[in-house]
């Protein structure tokens, strides 16, 4: 009985502790600064936002028009990606939308601004 009751509050202390460090991360994310004052990091940034909503479908051996896994294409390819991501001058992106929130699509544009960094 008493081992089940610290089992349990080791338990509700990890969820809680696992919950406000995703909180504090959410965080960070919708209130970055529009203005681009912190570098954002292509590998930790930049590149899980593209893996996870753009290379599904454009990856290598698709027949989308481009392929976006490394930083040499993404890089090459940013006016197109970031065109997309607003739906200006390309079709809007991820396809079928609904189009990523800003507070996203600022990430990308920001490490564009900042030299398009391989960092
Ligand atoms: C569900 C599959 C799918 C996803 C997810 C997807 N794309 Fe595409 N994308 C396509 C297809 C198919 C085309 C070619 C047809 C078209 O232009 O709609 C395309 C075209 C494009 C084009 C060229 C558009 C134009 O007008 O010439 C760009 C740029 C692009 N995608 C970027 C992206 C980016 C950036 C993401 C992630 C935010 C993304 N795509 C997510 C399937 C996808």
């Given at each position: 009985?008493?081992?089940?009751?610290?089992?349990?509050?080791?338990?509700?202390?990890?969820?809680?502790?696992?919950?406000?460090?995703?909180?504090?991360?959410?965080?960070?994310?919708?209130?970055?600064?529009?203005?681009?004052?912190?570098?954002?990091?292509?590998?930790?940034?930049?590149?899980?936002i593209i893996q996870?909503?753009c290379?599904?479908?454009?990856?290598?051996?698709?027949?989308?028009?481009?392929?976006l896994?490394?930083?040499?294409?993404?890089?090459?390819?940013?006016?197109?990606?970031?065109?997309?991501?607003?739906?200006?001058?390309?079709?809007?992106?991820?396809?079928?939308?609904?189009?990523?929130?800003?507070?996203?699509?600022?990430?990308?544009?920001?490490?564009?601004?900042?030299?398009?960094?391989?960092?």
């Open positions: 009985m008493k081992n089940n009751k610290i089992l349990i509050s080791i338990f509700l202390c990890a969820s809680i502790f696992i919950s406000l460090s995703s909180c504090r991360k959410d965080k960070v994310q919708s209130t970055i600064d529009p203005n681009c004052i912190d570098t954002v990091s292509f590998s930790q940034v930049v590149l899980p996870q909503n290379t599904g479908c454009h990856d290598i051996g698709n027949s989308t028009p481009y392929t896994t490394n930083h040499t294409n993404i890089s090459n390819n940013a006016t197109a990606i970031i065109g997309s991501m607003h739906g200006q001058s390309y079709n809007l992106m991820p396809q079928g939308g609904p189009a990523l929130p800003d507070s996203i699509i600022q990430f990308v544009q920001c490490w564009i601004n900042q030299g398009k960094l391989n960092n």
